[in-house]
C-alpha cells in the first residue's frame, strides 16, 4: 500500500472520529438540557434541539456508525442482523412524568418516527400498533427469533412511569408484508395471549427483567402487594424474591412461575438497577 493511500485513509480516520465526538458533545449537550433544565419549557426546547441533531445523524447516513453508547440521554438497541437501530429518548414532564420519542432507522433508508400511545390504550397487552404507533419506553435489549418463515425481534424495556411507579415492559417488533413497523405479536402465553407483557411496580424497587440465551428464555422478579392480595396498585408492588420466566417453545413464549435461576449462566441484556438512559433528573 502506498503512502500516499495510507495517508489518506488515516486523514479520513482522523475526520470521522473528529466528526463523531463533534457530534457525541453536541448530543451530550442537548440531553442533558433536556433532562436538566429547570423550566419544562427549557426542557422541550432542548428535545426540539436533540430530535433535530438525531434526525441530521439519520440523514447524513452515519447513524448505524454512531456512538450513541457515549451519549447518556438515548437508548439505541440493534440486532444481531444489524437490519435497523432503534433510538429512543425521553423528556421529563411535569409531575414526575415523562414524554417518550424514537425513531427506527432500517437499513433500507426507511425511517419510522415513534409516538408513544401507550395512554390511549384500553387494553395494553392486547393492542397491535401500526404506523409509527408505539407503547412508548427507553429500550435496553433485543433478541431475535424466526418462526415458520416470519422474523419477530423481542425487544426489553425501561418506563420511567411517575414520581410512584416504575415500569419494564417486554415487546415484540416485527415487519409487515409491505414491510409496515409492526409493534406487539401473540406470542406470549400461560396468562392469557398477550402482544406484550407490562410489569409496573414501587418506584426504586430492584426489579429484574432479562435474556437468558443459553436456556432461550426471558427471566423476571415476580411481583407481590406490599399491603396483601386485594391492593394491587403498581405503586405497591415489589419483588418477592422469586423469579418467573418466559420460555421459548414451539415459536410462542411460555409463562412459567417460581423458576429455579441458580445455574442460568450468564445473561444478556441483565438490568438489576434502573436504566441509566434518559432517567429523570432529581428534582
Known amino acids: 500500500m502506498s503512502r500516499i493511500l495510507i495517508s489518506c485513509l488515516l ?108 395512554k390511549e390504550l384500553k387494553k395494553a397487552e392486547q393492542e397491535r400498533l401500526l404506523n409509527g404507533n408505539w407503547y412508548g419506553v427507553l429500550y435496553y435489549g433485543i433478541q431475535r427469533f424466526k418462526h415458520k418463515g416470519s422474523e419477530y425481534y423481542i425487544l426489553l424495556g425501561y418506563d420511567a412511569a411517575d414520581a410512584f411507579t416504575t415500569g419494564k415492559v417486554i415487546d415484540v ?18 396468562q392469557g395471549s398477550k402482544r406484550r407483557v407490562l410489569f409496573y411496580y414501587r418506584e426504586g424497587s430492584a426489579f429484574s427483567l432479562r435474556f437468558d440465551k443459553s436456556e432461550q428464555r426471558i427471566i423476571f422478579d415476580h411481583l407481590s402487594s406490599m399491603e396483601g392480595s386485594l ?30 435461576v441458580r445455574n442460568d449462566g450468564k445473561n444478556e441484556g441483565n438490568q438489576s438497577k434502573p436504566v441509566e438512559k434518559g432517567i429523570r433528573p432529581r428534582n
Do not use: C, H
Request: aromatic residues 10%; hydrophobic residues 40%.
Open 231 to 260: 391492593i394491587k396498585d403498581p405503586a405497591f408492588m415489589v419483588p418477592d424474591f422469586t423469579v418467573d420466566e418466559y420460555r421459548l417453545k414451539k415459536g410462542k413464549y411460555l409463562f412459567n412461575a417460581n423458576v429455579d
Open 11 to 118: 486523514l479520513t480516520f482522523s475526520i470521522g472520529r473528529a466528526l463523531a465526538q463533534s457530534g457525541v458533545a453536541e448530543l451530550e449537550q442537548a440531553g442533558r438540557r433536556m433532562l436538566e433544565s429547570a423550566s419544562f419549557s427549557e426542557r422541550s426546547k432542548a428535545e426540539e434541539r436533540f430530535s433535530t441533531l438525531i434526525d441530521s445523524l439519520i440523514t447524513s447516513g452515519v447513524v448505524f456508525r454512531f456512538p450513541f453508547d457515549s451519549v447518556k440521554s438515548v437508548s439505541a438497541v440493534i440486532p444481531a442482523d444489524e437490519s435497523f437501530v432503534l433510538l429512543t429518548w425521553n423528556l421529563p414532564a411535569n409531575e414526575g412524568k415523562v414524554m417518550n420519542f424514537g425513531r427506527l432507522v432500517q437499513k433500507t433508508g426507511k425511517v419510522t418516527p415513534l409516538k408513544d400511545v401507550k
Open 173 to 190: 417488533l416485527s415487519f409487515g408484508k409491505n414491510g409496515e413497523v409492526v409493534f406487539g405479536a401473540p406470542i406470549f402465553t400461560g
